[in-house]
């Protein structure tokens, strides 16, 4: 079966995007050389990385170690120290970046759940929680019902429309979220605290589902403490020390189980940049 089509058709490529295009036939998005300091504390430096179209990056590192910041930088909620981030014909030049240009890098990136910031309210329906996300982003609520329980369906998920996002499932908590990140059709989707309240089983199931989303056309970025079930293209580890990027195949098996992660507040007091675009 394939998978559902994104809602919303994309508009036609500018000449320039077009040109562009022809030379970025392996990636959708490129960091060089990040580096953020809030304060006199540095809380990641020397990140790189490229993600490939449709592709999984899984962003792993304890806690305090810059994930939550690293994901509102890539997403252009927050402001970098140094670096330069592309995505797609967009570019973040820090610290010269310009409110023009995080704009256009927001419209390129969903936030699909970031700690306690950004995410569904638990005490709507799934059902008030879809209308919401499509006036978000301007989409006809019908149009958002469909392609939610097109998705919904094709990730074999039993739909309770009317049930409280609080009354659901975690995993189904974390599946509602990064379905509805999709309405958009972003470029990229970032995710926080991937293994928040799933037992393993279901951490095991998750990343395929990441997968799947990202088969649809993203770059799917979750953030994590658990490496035991990661299954991506490309893994950056962060360290409180310093950061670096590792792209490898990750092992099936690891010698102990990891801890879970059970923040609910971003590893540090990030400066965010809250001018939005509805």
């Given at each position: 079966?394939?998978?559902?089509?994104?809602?919303?058709?994309?508009?036609?490529?500018?000449?320039?995007?077009?040109?562009?295009?022809?030379?970025?036939?392996?990636?959708?998005?490129?960091?060089?050389?990040?580096?953020?300091?809030?304060?006199?504390?540095?809380?990641?430096?020397?990140?790189?990385?490229?993600?490939?179209?449709?592709?999984?990056?899984?962003?792993?590192?304890?806690?305090?170690?810059?994930?939550?910041?690293?994901?509102?930088?890539?997403?252009?909620?927050?402001?970098?120290?140094?670096?330069?981030?592309?995505?797609?014909?967009?570019?973040?030049?820090?610290?010269?970046?310009?409110?023009?240009?995080?704009?256009?890098?927001?419209?390129?990136?969903?936030?699909?759940?970031?700690?306690?910031?950004v995410g569904l309210d638990p005490e709507l329906t799934l059902h008030r929680n879809v209308s919401d996300a499509a006036d978000w982003v301007n989409v006809k609520r019908s149009?958002?019902?469909?392609?939610?329980?097109?998705?919904?369906?094709?990730?074999?998920?039993?739909i309770d429309a009317h049930a409280r996002v609080s009354e659901l499932p975690a995993i189904e908590r974390a599946v509602a979220h990064l379905v509805l990140a999709t309405l958009?059709e972003p470029e990229v989707i970032v995710f926080d605290d991937v293994a928040r309240g799933l037992q393993v089983a279901e951490r095991r199931q998750i990343w395929p589902i990441?997968?799947?989303?990202?088969?649809?056309?993203?770059?799917?970025?979750?953030?994590?403490?658990?490496?035991?079930?990661?299954?991506?293209?490309?893994?950056?580890?962060?360290?409180?020390?310093?950061?670096?990027?590792?792209?490898?195949?990750?092992?099936?098996?690891?010698?102990?189980?990891?801890?879970?992660?059970?923040?609910?507040?971003?590893?540090?007091?990030?400066?965010?940049?809250?001018?939005?675009?509805?």
């Amino acid at each position: 079966r394939s998978y559902p089509a994104p809602a919303i058709s994309p508009p036609t490529p500018s000449p320039a995007r077009a040109q562009h295009a022809k030379t970025q036939e392996s990636w959708t998005l490129r960091a060089s050389d990040l580096m953020l300091r809030v304060g006199g504390d540095v809380v990641f430096r020397d990140v790189h990385f490229e993600a490939p179209r449709h592709g999984v990056v899984a962003v792993v590192g304890g806690s305090g170690s810059g994930k939550t910041s690293l994901l509102l930088a890539l997403a252009g909620r927050m402001r970098l120290t140094e670096g330069v981030i592309d995505i797609g014909t967009h570019r973040l030049h820090a610290p010269k970046s310009t409110q023009a240009e995080l704009r256009a890098v927001r419209s390129a990136v969903a936030v699909g759940r970031i700690a306690d910031l950004v995410g569904l309210d638990p005490e709507l329906t799934l059902h008030r929680n879809v209308s919401d996300a499509a006036d978000w982003v301007n989409v006809k609520r019908s149009v958002a019902r469909e392609h939610f329980e097109d998705w919904w369906d094709t990730l074999g998920f039993e739909i309770d429309a009317h049930a409280r996002v609080s009354e659901l499932p975690a995993i189904e908590r974390a599946v509602a979220h990064l379905v509805l990140a999709t309405l958009g059709e972003p470029e990229v989707i970032v995710f926080d605290d991937v293994a928040r309240g799933l037992q393993v089983a279901e951490r095991r199931q998750i990343w395929p589902i990441f997968r799947k989303i990202a088969d649809s056309g993203p770059v799917v970025i979750g953030a994590t403490l658990d490496e035991l079930t990661l299954e991506a293209d490309v893994v950056v580890r962060l360290s409180r020390i310093r950061a670096r990027h590792a792209a490898s195949e990750v092992a099936s098996e690891t010698e102990s189980e990891p801890e879970l992660e059970t923040q609910t507040k971003p590893e540090t007091e990030p400066q965010i940049d809250t001018e939005e675009e509805r």
